[in-house]
């Protein structure tokens, strides 16, 4: 048995999902979390469901709407499960009207209902159930009421099997009628309807009978009948309404008292700096920084001993210092960052399931749409502060072709959290205490570079109209620990299992590179080895960046395109073949870094934030935007913005230190 | 080379074969939006039927 799971956005859908079938699917208290294909078994029953996007209708006006209408048209679906937020009800009818006319039985599951009962709306179940002829469950996804008896009700299959209950006037029932008599469709009420409405995606369905009897109808109407059936429709929702619903009115609402101070004209900007500002701080400031000594005594200790076990049963040096210097000095330079990582996910996972990132987007919108971008290129921006992959194929959900390709391009801005480690490094050991002012200065960066950029492209590249952008504000909701642990949870495992696969073989495959020479000659200077040779090649490039002829920083920078967080792994391989000249870091303690100074490294952090991203956030970008050239174009854009960008710090922080 | 150097270098080529097979082995889960909910898709993105 296969049932879809439909409903609008942020109405509790993927927390639905989770809680059936066990599973653990991003949930966010913001609209359009589902975006990939999510299926799953219900629990202990074999009862397949399958999460669609959020959506408002069955009308093509955005792409989830097109992939959700798509699927229930063409698909075999047994039952669709229809997911309303029980305090906006009247609003999530409209698609809940349009599902019925498929023709397939609907079970609705009245979320939030411990909500609306907060607020003081009434809904009476039994008269909505006889209004729409379906079976509905009053439940409680977020607190689990309600749910078991919402599976059995499915598992038995004991649901109203839909008689379709007029909604229409008379005439317009009769042309459906009519129009029933002549097609042959799985779902003939829901095509005939779309035919009314002349459907552009079902126009093939289109014969001269069906068209001689729209023709008809359209006479009677004398307006446009995609409309004349909207009105019907909504005339249809406000009896059942008055029907159904009884709610308390004007009630001043917790989400509108913090709407009040969050959305306010003057005050929104600074409290969203102030946060974000706050979050950088925690993880990337002293607080996080204090977490980096504590790892790196115990990978420092780990790394002792393992040195000492290999050469006590008779290792040569060379294989420990494969072990040693390679294996566990590059993953161990990683693992060092976890816990800032997870104070990190912990916040911005908060953030997210609170409501507030809505907000964001919401404010954000006015000034995106300025520069050419919709609010809704913000998601994919928010989904990159954690990795670049997904956020990048969430721009898939935006319409306009201009606005996805551009925010595709920008997406890989935004500091991921790969690129933590490079800016914890940096930051905490050349800007001590004000290490958590210049973590967050480099997201602040990010966003000015993301407006500006996206300004002058659209100047230039990509002309026309910015598309509007629909959102619906969450309810502030208090986050639930669960969910934000299970999600920071699937962020660590993540991180974790990076830093066993590609850091691991990156770490291997440098110190091989730095260990031997061309001639194959093992333990030469480092200077003398391939790696140095290599990194000799490119290191003009950033000569103007560092103020320094550096094969080491040159070979690191470039591996950021394996993965970002191997810019430290490689950085801390090469110091460690390098005489350690001073306590402190060991990185920068060594006299392959040690040229570095706070210009340099403030250069250098912004060269690694805004160039090419790693390899697989290429590969994205080569999926979504569609050609290899378009990827290119990319590639070369974000490389030749973080090189002019990190030019520019380097030499403007010099002059600052020759001025002060 | 020492019989724990041997041990160290089959350990090694171990870990890295088993990292390169897994990574060569994932499938790409990548689909286009024409293909979004289907079971599978085909390579000029049409969703393959059931």
């Known amino acids: ?183 042959d469709s799985k779902h003939p009420r829901f095509l005939a309807i779309k035919l009314i409405e002349q459907d552009p995606v079902f126009i ?190 969430s721009a898939r959900t935006i319409n306009d072709e201009t606005e996805k390709k551009m925010t595709i391009m920008l997406t890989p801005f935004i500091p991921c959290s ?9 930051a905490g050991y050349f800007f001590k205490d ?31 109209k910015t598309s509007t952008f629909i959102l619906e504000l969450p309810e502030y909701k208090l986050p639930s620990m669960k969910f934000i642990l299970l999600d920071v949870w699937d962020k660590v495992v993540s991180f974790v299992k990076r830093a066993g696969s590609v850091i691991l073989l990156a770490s291997i495959a440098i110190w091989l590179l730095i260990s031997f020479s061309w001639t194959f000659e093992y333990g030469v200077n480092p200077d003398q080895s391939i790696l140095a040779s290599l990194g000799n090649v490119f290191a003009w490039l950033f000569y103007p960046m560092i103020g320094e002829w550096s094969w080491g920083a040159t070979v690191s920078a470039i591996q950021g395109l394996v993965a970002k967080e191997q810019v430290v792994a490689s950085m801390a391989i090469i110091a460690g073949y390098s005489d350690t000249t001073s306590d402190g870091l060991l990185i920068f303690g060594s006299t392959a870094f040690s040229f570095f100074t706070a210009p340099a490294a403030y250069a250098f952090m912004v060269f690694n934030l805004f160039s090419a991203p790693c390899f697989g956030a290429i590969g994205a970008m080569r999926q979504e935007l569609g050609t290899t050239k378009r990827m290119w174009g990319a590639v070369l854009f974000q490389t030749g913005i973080a090189w002019v960008l990190a030019v520019m710090v380097f030499n403007i922080g010099r002059l600052i230190e020759v001025v002060l | 080379m020492s019989l724990a150097d041997i041990v160290i270098l089959v350990a090694v080529v171990g870990i890295v074969s088993l990292i390169i097979f897994q990574m060569v082995k994932k499938k790409d889960e990548g689909m286009c939006t024409n293909c979004s909910y289907s079971k599978s898709c085909t390579d000029d993105c049409t969703p393959k039927s059931r």
Not at chain 1, 159 to 181: A, F, M, P, Q, T
Not at chain 1, 251 to 268: E, P
Not at chain 1, 383 to 389: D, K, M, P
């Open chain 1, 418 to 426: 790969a690129k933590l480690p490079i800016i914890t490094l940096f």
């Open chain 1, 204 to 393: 093939k369905y289109q014969t001269d009978e069906t068209l001689h009897t729209i023709q008809t109808l359209s006479k009677e109407y004398l307006r446009d009948m995609e409309q004349v059936i909207a009105d019907e429709r909504y005339r249809y929702i406000e009896y059942v309404r008055d029907e159904a619903v009884t709610a308390k009115k004007d009630q001043m609402t917790w989400t509108d008292r913090l709407d009040n101070i969050f959305l306010n004209r003057i005050l929104a900007i600074p409290i969203f700096i102030v946060i974000m500002f706050t979050v950088y701080y925690l993880a990337a400031g002293p607080f996080g920084g204090a977490t980096v000594d504590f790892v790196d005594r115990y990978v420092s200790l780990f790394s002792n001993w393992a040195e000492d076990a290999l050469l006590s049963v008779g290792a040569s040096p060379w294989s420990t210092s494969l072990v040693v210097d390679g294996m566990i000095a590059g993953v161990g330079a990683i693992m060092n960052f976890l816990p800032q990582l997870v104070i990190l996910f912990l916040l911005i996972s908060f953030l997210e399931t609170t409501g507030y990132m809505a907000r964001i987007a919401f404010f954000l919108d006015r000034i995106f749409q300025k520069v050419g971008l919709s609010g809704k290129s913000l998601i994919p921006f928010i989904i990159g502060s954690g990795c670049s992959v997904p956020a990048i194929l």
């Open chain 1, 434 to 464: 004000n290490s958590g002012l210049a973590s967050a200065s480099l997201y602040f960066m990010a966003i000015a570079v993301i407006l500006i950029s996206a300004y002058v492209m659209k100047k230039v590249l990509f002309k026309g």
């Open chain 1, 1 to 183: 048995m296969r049932v879809a799971l439909v409903g609008n956005q942020n109405s509790g859908k993927t927390t639905l999902f989770n809680l059936l079938t066990g599973s653990n699917q991003k949930v966010g208290n913001w609209p359009g979390v589902t975006i990939e294909r999510k299926v799953g078994m219900i629990r202990s029953t074999n009862v397949e469901l399958i999460d669609l996007p959020g959506i408002y209708s069955l009308s093509p006006y955005s792409i989830e709407e097109e992939i959700s209408r798509k699927f229930l048209f063409e698909e075999k679906i047994d039952l669709i499960l229809n997911i309303i937020d029980s305090t906006s009800m009247e609003r999530s009818l409209y698609l809940t009207t349009q599902l019925l006319e498929l023709g397939i039985p609907v079970v609705i599951a009245l979320n939030m209902s411990d909500i609306a009962d907060k607020r003081g709306i009434k809904i009476d179940l039994k008269t909505l159930e006889e209004r729409l002829d379906t079976t509905i469950l009053s439940i409680s996804a977020a607190k689990k009421t309600n749910v078991f008896n919402l599976i059995q009700t499915i598992k038995q299959g004991e649901y109203r099997k839909n008689n379709y209950h007029h909604i229409y006037d008379h005439d317009l029932e009769d042309g459906i009628r009519s129009l029933i008599s002549i097609i």
